[in-house]
């Protein structure tokens, strides 16, 4: 599995909905689970878990910065 590919594909699909959004906030492992549509072992998921929090963390404050925030990029 490209954790990378992973990452952007279920960043995209949580930033495209709030209600999934607010799910992963809930419960992460399992809102993922239902996103790539694969059941695998919470240790397994974990970095993936960890790769898009740090993703909406970074997209959220690049956000809030505007103009300076492009600069970051």
């Not at 397994?44 to 492009?70: E, H, M, R, Y």
Request: net charge neutral; aromatic share 2%; charged share 30%.
């Amino acid at each position: 599995m490209d954790i990378q590919k992973k990452i952007e594909e279920v960043v995209n699909k949580i930033k495209a909905d709030k209600d999934i959004l607010a799910k992963f906030q809930a419960n992460p492992i399992p809102t993922i689970e239902s996103i790539i549509g694969v059941d695998l072992p919470d240790e397994q998921l974990k970095p993936l878990v960890d790769g898009v929090k740090a993703k909406l963390t970074v997209s959220d404050i690049t956000s809030k910065l505007g103009n300076l925030g492009n600069m970051l990029k």
